[in-house]
Nanobody
Framework: QVQLVESGGGLVEAGGSLALSCAAS????????MGWYRQAPGKQRELVAS???????YYVDFVKGRFTISRDNAKNTVYLQMNSLKPDDTAVYFC??????????????????WGQGTQVTVSS
């Protein structure tokens, strides 16, 4: 299977910046898409930003111009740079990676893996 390990996050004042990273490991054959989601207390998990193989990126309106998603293909790692943070950005942030991994020498299987989540807290 494929495991995701997140790092980054923490406590920052409004207007500050934080960077998240998410490294995927395992017998990865191909990554089709990578994304970041967040879940605030009492709310559903929501998409923040995503990136697919052709380099296309998508940002939800409330983070456009403030957040940047990027990836390092050699490291199978996705990043989220968050600038101009607001108290409303406070949430647990999860990375998600979809792709194909080698289950056996002769069989590949698709995967849809999630990171463990990292807390981002923005104080006013």
């Amino acid at each position: 299977q494929v495991q995701l390990v997140e790092s980054g996050g923490g406590l920052v004042e409004a207007g500050g910046s934080l960077a998240l990273s998410c490294a995927a490991s395992g017998s990865i054959v191909k990554i089709n898409g990578m994304g970041w989601y967040r879940q605030a207390p009492g709310k559903q998990r929501e998409l923040v930003a995503s990136l697919i193989n052709d380099g296309s990126t998508y940002y939800v309106d409330f983070v456009k111009g403030r957040f940047t998603i990027s990836r390092d293909n050699a490291k199978n790692t996705v990043y989220l740079q968050m600038n101009s943070l607001k108290p409303d950005d406070t949430a647990v942030y999860f990375c998600n990676v979809k792709g194909v991994y080698s289950e056996t020498r002769t069989w590949n299987r698709s995967f849809d893996s999630w990171g463990q989540g990292t807390q981002v807290t923005v104080s006013s």
